[in-house]
Every structure is written in C-alpha cells, then in structure tokens.
C-alpha cells in the first residue's frame, strides 16, 4: 500500500537533516549551529539566505526540503565484486583454524559466482579478517584464475598482520569491469 502524498510530505518535514543526500558532519554541524534540524526548520529559509549561506549547495537543500529530487533514479549498477563472509560464534583461535575454515567459504563464493547472469570476469581475489579486538584487515592480489592456494596466501598474510583470534573470516572476487566501463587510452 502506497502512502498518499500528504502523508509523504509529513514525512520529510519530520527528517532531519542528516538524512539529505549530500549532508555530510561537517553541513550537518552548520545546519544545527543555525538551529536547522529537519527539513521542516530548512523549510523556514529563504532560498536566498540558503544560498548566501552555502553556495549552489543552498539550492539543492532547498529543494531536498520539500522531497524534490530530479536526480535520475538508477535501478542497476555495475557489480563490482562478489563475496561471502563469516561470523564465528567462537573465535578462531589459530592460524590453522582459519584454513580449515576456509574450504567452505570458497564454495559459499563460488556459489554466489555461478549465480551471476552473466558471470562477469574475475580479476582478483581478496580475503578479509576481522580479529577479536574487531581491527580488521582486507588482503587482496589481482588474478583472472584465483584457486584455493592463493587464498590460503592471502590468508596468511591477512593472519600475520594481526596474529591473535578470529571473529569473521570473508572471501571474494574482484570482477572485471563491463567493456563499455573500460578506461580509454590516452594516446
């Protein structure tokens, strides 16, 4: 059921301010310094004094305030990558217990590749851990044809740069860009 649009216009009258596409901490703290909290308090502005105030970004919140956006809507984007993760309920206590881990994540991965329609290329492959203190570390090396080894190196290396237990181990694929995404050359 949709929301008729009165019922849309409360809502972003109601929506602070930090919600606004483009209001990032440092717009946010001089909205609130300016006792503006939600698109309603936007609303009170002129779009003169917006604009005073924040350059052609003035504009923009102006037109946010009142739920219109003529940006266009992308319903896909290109997919840059594919990955499967894993939380422990016990840490991994050892280098050793990640491996043996291992194997099932790479399935789980390759799963989720083959579901891919088309599957796109793979130009790399990329380990992510996340130690029990939650510093994490992504690990990753560029290859068309990544095997189980390789991500048995990468996991070493991920394993070495913090050395303690394990909370959640991660795998994955860097995808091959679309042929028409491709950078030009330039000479």
């Known amino acids: 059921m949709r929301d008729p649009p009165e019922a849309i216009d409360d809502f972003v009258r109601e929506l602070p301010v930090t919600k606004i596409h483009g209001v990032g901490p440092r717009t946010a703290e001089k909205l ?9 308090d936007l609303r009170e502005w002129a779009l003169v004094e917006l604009v005073e105030r924040f350059g052609r970004f003035g504009e923009r919140l102006h037109a946010l305030a009142y739920g219109r956006d003529e940006r266009p ?12 993760e894993q939380t422990y309920p016990q840490d991994l206590p050892t280098l050793e217990s990640c491996r043996e881990a291992l194997p099932a994540l790479i399935a789980d ?6 579901k891919l329609d088309p599957p796109p290329g793979v130009r790399g492959a990329m380990v992510k851990v996340k130690f029990n203190d939650f510093t994490q570390t992504t690990v990753e090396h560029a290859d068309p044809a990544p095997d189980a080894a390789q ?10 740069r913090g050395n303690r237990p394990v909370r959640l181990l991660g795998v994955g694929y860097r995808l091959a860009e679309e042929a028409g995404a491709q950078q030009l050359a330039l000479f």
Request: charged share 20%; aromatic share 8%; with cysteine.
């Open 32 to 40: 609130h310094g300016l006792g503006i909290h939600t698109c309603a």
């Open 73 to 84: 809507v992308k319903t896909q984007r290109e997919r840059k990558s594919v990955s499967t």
């Open 109 to 114: 991965l390759e799963q989720r590749y083959a």
């Open 151 to 160: 991500f048995e190196g990468l996991l070493n290396i991920g394993w070495q």
